[in-house]
Each structure stands twice: as structure tokens, then as C-alpha cells.
């Protein structure tokens, strides 16, 4: 059987099973009756992992990053392999690379514009030598960003000019491969990383976009510029001006005292992680939607996306290639197909920003 077609019993493995999304989606994995192979270096972490899973009998295999010829045996036979590391743009690639040198579609949790962007480049035109597809970016902000920026595109004139933002709603915290992921890349994150306009990638500020007035608020927020991967996925399905992604303010000016003493110190995350993606989509002629999505768990429901697109994957019939969710996945189904995990999205009468 070629990795293009149909597939009713998939192998999927999971390189970073023992960290806190990799074990939501070993979770989902036992619960969709499949049980995944957990590649790593450490096989007593592994095997608590999968044990805590309820999957104790699952095949571990062990293989480090820095052993190229032992990752990819590690994927040998493998259909999807799901990476959930922290830090792509320091970790990431051996296991993309591995994935494709093995046969095996490839996705991950990733959050980094420059680990995505290399993907593309990089690796696209490897994994469609290859005959596999790889689908970057898989979280609970980019795959909604990349399909909800879709739909709410095609309900304004084109080309549409977009803004999204993540809006935490729990009093939860991060995880310690968040902080990791944001060190990794700390003059990424705080110079806000890229937007697109007239065609283009820019760094750099934005002139607009500077307050958005969040579902439920009753007073605009002020935001500034933030990293956002659909930046660079929605341009390839869309017909768009402008692409940014925005944070609230606050929460971007507490990265200038971030610094690697933080990862000792950081608690596991909280219970209370709900979140909105909120996505604004506005036209030439005055005409503008609002997109939402609204989830009870960043991490839980990262993995459950993560986990919805390797089964698909193992499916068959995608290009291969490396493609933006939207490229791959009919958005309203995909969206609608996370309604049984709580996760809800609707698109509708936008309100203005005041940065406009």
C-alpha cells in the first residue's frame, strides 16, 4: 500500500510523546481505538507516557535527534508521523526530514513562523519527491487562523485584508515547552515576526490594527503585532492585501524580561486554559466578517487538531507536498468535525477595531 492511498488501519508515531501536548495526544490516539509507536531517546519517560495514556503495550522506539539514521528506521513502516517537540526552529527538522526520508506524511504542533516557512521551502519540495505530504503548524491558533481565514475571506469583496489574534479566557498558564518555544525564538516574538501586504512577507510594525475590541468586551484592547504562522498559509489559498496576527499589548511587553531562568521556575499548566481565535476579515467595498473559534483547553485541543489531521493524512489522496490546512481539508467540515470535543466556531457581523 502507497501512502496515497486509503488507509483503515494507520500506523502513527509520535516523536515528543512524554511532554504535556504529546501526551494529550496519545490520549486521543487510545481513545480513537489506535495505539501510536513513541519514538525518543528516553525510553523509561516514553514508556510512563504511554502508560499514563492507557496505552501500555504500544511499541517504543528510540531514536535522538541527532541521529539521523535512527530517526528515520525509528518512521520505517510508519504512515503519519506526528512530532509534539517544543522549539521547532532549534529541533524541529530532524524528525520533518527523517519523516520524509522514511515515506511518511509528516505533522506537528508547531507555532513558528521561520520553522513553518522552512517547511515550505525547505521541505516542500522533498516530501513531493517523495510522494508525502507535510502539514506544519498544526496548533489551536493556526489551523483555525488558516481555515477560518478561508471563509470568512470569501464573504467580503477581494482582496481582503485580515487580522487575528488568540485571546486566553482561562486563568490558566503556560507550559514549560511554550516558554521553551518562545526562547528559542525571543527576537522573533518580540519584533512581532511577519505580516504580509501587497504580495509580500514584511517585518517590521504594522500602521493599523492597533485595538480590537474582543467577543464579550465591552472596550477595545490594545494589541501590537505578533508572530502568527496563517500569516504565511492563508496567502496561499486566498486572495488577501494583508495578513497580520496581533496580541494583546500587555501580554507582548512581558517578553522583554523573559529570560531562560524562567523555565525553572514555571509550574505545569493550569486547568482553566479556554481560549478564543478571533479572526477579522474586512473588504475593499466596507464589507467585514468576524471568525471564531472557542475551545475549553489550548494544549488538549492542539493535540486533538494535530491528531484529526494525522488520521487524515493516513487516509490518502492529499498532494503531496508541504500544504496549508485550508489546501488540505474542506475548512467548514474540519472546523465542524471538532464540534464533539467542545470546540465550537461560527462566523459573523464583525465589530470594528478602533486601529483601523
Known amino acids: 500500500m502507497t501512502n496515497t492511498e486509503k488507509n483503515s488501519n494507520p500506523v502513527i508515531a509520535v ?3 512524554s511532554g504535556h501536548t504529546g501526551g494529550y495526544a496519545l490520549r486521543e490516539l487510545q481513545r480513537r481505538g489506535l495505539t501510536p509507536i513513541l519514538v525518543g531517546r528516553n525510553e523509561a519517560r516514553l514508556r510512563a507516557a504511554a502508560a499514563a495514556a492507557g496505552l501500555p503495550d504500544a511499541e517504543i522506539r528510540l531514536a535522538d535527534l541527532d541521529d539521523p539514521a535512527a530517526l528515520t528506521a525509528a518512521f520505517a ?3 503519519v508521523v506526528i512530532s509534539t517537540l517544543p522549539a521547532y526552529v532549534t529541533f524541529g527538522e530532524p524528525v520533518l526530514a527523517a519523516a520524509i526520508a ?3 506524511h509528516y505533522t506537528d504542533t508547531s507555532g513558528e513562523q521561520l520553522f513553518l516557512k522552512r517547511a515550505f521551502d525547505e521541505y516542500g519540495p522533498r516530501a513531493e519527491a517523495a510522494g508525502v505530504t507535510v502539514l506544519g503548524g498544526i496548533t489551536n491558533s493556526n489551523l483555525p487562523g488558516d481555515l477560518l481565514g478561508h471563509l470568512a475571506a470569501r464573504q467580503v469583496s477581494a482582496p481582503a485584508e485580515i487580522v487575528m489574534s488568540l485571546v486566553t479566557r482561562g486563568e490558566g498558564g ?3 515547552g511554550s516558554a521553551e518555544t518562545v526562547l528559542a525564538g525571543l527576537d522573533w516574538f518580540r519584533a512581532g515576526g511577519w505580516h504580509y501586504e501587497d504580495g509580500e512577507l514584511r517585518t517590521g510594525p504594522i500602521d493599523r490594527h492597533t485595538l480590537m475590541t474582543f467577543p464579550s468586551d465591552a472596550e477595545p484592547t490594545a494589541v501590537a503585532k505578533f508572530q502568527q504562522p496563517p500569516v504565511l498559509t492563508i496567502p496561499r489559498h486566498t486572495e488577501v ?4 496576527g496581533v496580541v494583546e499589548a500587555e501580554m507582548l511587553s512581558q517578553l522583554s524580561g523573559f529570560t531562560p531562568d524562567v523555565l525553572d521556575s514555571l509550574p505545569e499548566p493550569g486547568t482553566d486554559l479556554r481560549y478564543e481565535l478571533v479572526l477579522d476579515a474586512s473588504g475593499a467595498d466596507g464589507t ?8 475549553p483547553d489550548a494544549y488538549r485541543d492542539t493535540a486533538i487538531m494535530a491528531v484529526e489531521a494525522a488520521a487524515r493524512l493516513a487516509a490518502g489522496g492529499l498532494t503531496p507536498g508541504a500544504l496549508a490546512p485550508a489546501e488540505a481539508f474542506d475548512p467548514a467540515e474540519f472546523l465542524n468535525s471538532l464540534a464533539v470535543h467542545g470546540i465550537t466556531w461560527r462566523i459573523d ?3 470594528r477595531s478602533g486601529g483601523q
Request: hydrophobic share 50%; no cysteine; aromatic share 8%.
Open 15 to 17: 516523536y515528543g510523546a
Open 77 to 79: 513502516e510508519v504512515d
Open 102 to 104: 522514511a515515506g511518511a
Open 174 to 176: 503556560g507550559s514549560r
Open 241 to 244: 492585501s494583508f495578513v497580520a
Open 288 to 295: 467585514a466578517v468576524r471568525g471564531v473559534l472557542t475551545g
Open 349 to 351: 457581523a464583525a465589530v
